[in-house]
């Protein structure tokens, strides 16, 4: 296959002991320790406060890191095209629906119904930034991130216009976290063109790959990595906090893995 | 976009397995709707089930992916000789190159609430028992999928509610015009669950009876549950003129409210104004639109006024929700296929359960079949989160 080619123009990112982009590319550069600490979900400001209160931890999650990536490219978060990949949706909403669904009364929350779709995070970017392009809402299990990119990619290469992909992980509450351990919340965003803007941060020429995904150096960040499908791009986001042109392994579905040739701008 | 083929296409709903008797079921204009009797459910309404879904395991092989989703998945799969077709376009492209694409809201989530009425009395866990990966997941279907068909391409489920498998031919067209895949298996299943039957019925979105699309005293959607697939391709140079192509796919999104659109329709509008435009079509090219029509009473006006506003009052439209229920996730590929029967034996389906059309809303509602060559048609689908899509099919001899 031709590699699908886009310009990387700002990244959003929120996990564990990672506040923001700034943050982790010191940590994912080595100029600063990682230093573990439960992800931080700010409140989604950009949401009227009706809706603010009806969000969980993915709607806040995805909503910071999207308006990170957003605001690091100085784009227009209304005129976007976007597309949302999680492995799980919302744990929390979904464990209390299930709940509700086996007592004897079944008396669902309207709002607890209409956020358990998969696509609540993608609802509630449209409503706090007014986007009405076209919006996608993927899920790929442990290759959510993978699916995310490639989704992104054939639409800025077919429609030659930007897109954002936000993907993003929280934790399931017990029982489910017994069946689906991931740790701790994480986002990551990025905003993709199909040509150079003001300040691009590089170029991305992606293509499918049967070798290895590449790991990270340091256990702790590797282990972050295996425990959290949207930490699968953490590869892509060192080499990217590097500033450095090289060739990186990004985890899909097997038997595939994605390579991205990083092209840094200077 | 460059027309892709629906090569092949099947469809399995309330109506019947297969597009036999779901043609049969169109064209006498029966309605697959009757009172809820699903699982324990006890809520006065009607549903579109699937007769027999659970009436055999899934096959040991894909014993791990064991769930009434998965099995209606199957079951829709061995109809119309689709996996063939498949197993077809594999041996000329290589199964890597195919991908799939499909849509699903619920998923396996039957299974897990089933399961949370077994949690350990001590320690609260799941039964052993429980699939997360196989059943519940979002993804459990399109792996499935891609295991059942022996494919090894990228693959994907797209879950954005009640747009998803319509949005499945638009990402499929884009993977396959960006030279990612040859060719893609798009598709939609969606089954029965109690998380989406007292959901809606605590919106206050559910009829009591069989839901009525456009009448003037609609009062709520019907469920109904189904499987549909198609598998797209690039046209064969000897494809026959009765076959049918995708000419154009519209995605938009309302930037409005999670569970109800904006009155003015304008999303809708902006899904099927950029379907013509991909197709390179006006709005005198369509002959029917086969319409969202869900029948609760803002969707039904807000879809009325898009439709009026896109493509003007006088072309004959219906939902087919009526006979079939609204199958959710699936309706977008259900609804793909139904406009694909209606293409190649020259008909449009009426809507059945309308009685009185609602004359506020600017639509030529079809309440009987009517015979016609159609050229080429519009699919709307749109979902909770603002969500829409919509689809521009047409016969192949046609567009020539």
């Given at each position: 296959m031709t590699a699908l080619t886009a310009w990387l123009d700002g990244i959003g990112l929120l996990g564990p002991g990672l506040a923001d982009w700034p943050t982790a590319a010191r940590v994912l550069s080595g100029t600063q320790p990682w230093v573990h600490a439960p992800t931080v979900l700010p409140a989604p400001q950009a949401l009227p406060a009706a809706e603010r209160r009806r969000t969980g931890a993915v709607v806040k999650l995805a909503l910071a890191a999207g308006l990170e990536a957003v605001a690091h490219a100085g784009a227009d978060a209304a005129t976007l095209a976007a597309v949302f990949s999680s492995s799980g949706g919302d744990g929390q909403n979904c464990d209390e629906i299930c709940r509700t669904l086996a007592s004897?009364?079944?008396?669902?929350?309207p709002t607890r119904f209409h956020n358990s779709v998969h696509n609540a995070a993608a609802g509630y970017w449209g409503i706090a930034t007014g986007a009405t392009a076209a919006c996608n809402a993927l899920c790929a299990y442990d290759a959510s991130f993978g699916a995310g990119l490639l989704e992104a990619l054939t639409q800025v290469v077919t429609e030659r216009s930007a897109v954002l992909l936000v993907a993003y992980d929280a934790r399931y509450p017990e029982p489910l976290y017994g069946a689906r351990p991931i740790p701790d919340g994480f986002g990551i965003a990025l905003v993709l063109a199909p040509a150079p803007g003001a300040r691009p941060l590089a170029r991305l020429d992606v293509r499918l790959s049967e070798a290895p995904a590449d790991t990270l150096t340091d256990a702790a960040l590797e282990k972050l990595r295996g425990a959290i499908p949207a930490a699968r791009s953490l590869p892509l986001l060192a080499q990217l906090a590097r500033r450095a042109p090289g060739r990186v392994m990004i985890d899909y579905l097997d038997p595939w893995r994605i390579a991205v040739e990083v092209d840094a701008c200077p | 976009m460059t027309p892709l083929a629906l090569a092949s296409y099947t469809a399995t709903s309330a109506l019947g397995r297969g597009l036999e008797p779901t043609l049969a079921a169109l064209q006498a204009q029966r309605s697959g709707l009757a009172p809820c009797a699903f699982e324990t459910v006890r809520l006065a309404m009607c549903v579109g089930e699937v007769p027999g879904v659970d009436a055999a395991p899934l096959p040991a092989a894909l014993a791990?992916?064991?769930c009434r989703n998965n099995r209606l998945a199957l079951l829709a799969l061995g109809q119309d000789g689709f996996a063939a077709a498949v197993a077809r376009s594999a041996a000329r492209h290589g199964a890597a190159r195919i991908g799939v694409f499909v849509g699903t809201s619920t998923s396996g989530i039957l299974e897990t609430e089933q399961a949370f009425r077994r949690l350990?009395?001590?320690?609260?866990a799941l039964p052993p028992d429980f699939r997360y990966r196989g059943a519940h997941n979002t993804f459990s279907l399109g792996a499935f999928v891609q295991r059942a068909l022996g494919l090894r391409g990228p693959a994907v489920v797209i879950s954005s509610a009640c747009s998803s498998s319509a949005k499945v031919f638009a990402s499929a067209q884009r993977a396959i015009a960006a030279g990612l895949i040859e060719a893609a298996v798009v598709g939609g299943v969606d089954s029965l669950c109690l998380t989406t039957l007292y959901g809606f019925h605590s919106l206050q979105l559910v009829s009591t009876g069989p839901c009525r699309p456009f009448d003037v005293a609609r009062d709520g959607i019907s469920i109904g549950e189904g499987a549909a697939f198609a598998l797209l391709e690039r046209?064969?140079?000897?494809?026959?003129?009765d076959s049918v192509l995708l000419l154009g796919t519209g995605e938009s999104s309302d930037a409005y409210h999670m569970s109800s659109p904006p009155p003015d329709g304008r999303g809708a509008a902006a899904a099927m104004r950029q379907a013509l435009a991909a197709a390179g079509?006006?709005?005198?090219?369509?002959?029917?639109i086969n319409l969202?029509?869900?029948?609760t009473p803002s969707n039904d006006a807000a879809e009325a006024i898009a439709v009026g506003a896109v493509l003007g009052a006088a072309v004959p439209a219906s939902s087919t929700k009526g006979a079939t229920g609204h199958a959710l996730g699936a309706a977008g590929a259900l609804e793909a296929v139904i406009c694909a029967l209606a293409l190649r034996h020259g008909f449009m389906p009426g809507g059945v359960n309308t009685a009185a059309v609602d004359a506020a809303l600017p639509v030529s509602y079809l309440l009987g079949n009517r015979d016609a060559r159609l050229r080429r048609v519009m699919s709307n689908s749109f979902g909770f989160g603002g969500s829409n899509c919509s689809l521009v099919l047409a016969r192949a001899g046609a567009h020539a």
């Open positions: 004897s009364e079944r008396q669902l929350s | 791990a992916f064991e350990d009395p001590v320690s609260g046209p064969a140079a000897a494809a026959g003129e079509l006006g709005a005198a090219d369509i002959d029917y969202h029509g869900t029948a």
